[in-house]
């Protein structure tokens, strides 16, 4: 294989201050996205503004990035069974990396939108059978998803990448390789 392009997310400081950026109107976006569906059961976004509301929201924020990460961890060895898995975090971001292995880019592209797919459903059908409020749904669905950015990122970036392309997971960002066989 020939290596075709490299990307370091986690060193680049630029790349995460301008995804961190677009994050903020990400959140918004999402608020409203969420909001919208959460209305379609005719609820209202009411809020239980209490410091306990507050600190559960936290705290399942936190949880959600672990279970984000594990949801990662889980694709990567759907996919490539042999594959070995390492989770941490760096310069603030949590990650889970699969160095050494290689992905088509459609397995690559269910690996990294898997978290932000299943993790939304679940909140929904937590809100829909009652488990958590319409508030916490959608604050904590447009947290997940505004904080899913480095995903969509590299999604874009796979997307964008010729067709003949294998991707590996590393644990500064990912690096494309031709596949010559």
Sequence with gaps: MELYRE???????????WLNVISIPLFIIFY???????????QSISADLSIFMLLI?????FVLIIIHELIHGIFFKLFNKEGKVKFGVKNGLAYATSPGFFYSKTQFIVVLLAP??????????????????????VTLASLHAASCIGDFY??????RA??????????QGMSFYHNLN
């Design 116 to 137: 932000f797919t299943l993790i939304s459903i679940g909140l929904y059908i937590f809100y829909l059978i009652s488990i958590v409020s319409s508030f916490v749904f």
């Design 32 to 42: 409203f996205m969420f909001s919208l569906i959460a209305t379609f059961n005719n």
């Design 57 to 61: 929201v936290l705290v399942s924020y």
């Design 154 to 159: 590299f999604t874009w970036l796979v997307a």
């Design 7 to 17: 990307i370091n997310l986690i060193d680049n400081n630029k790349i995460i201050f």
């Design 162 to 171: 010729p067709e003949s392309i294998v991707v590996e997971d590393t644990e």
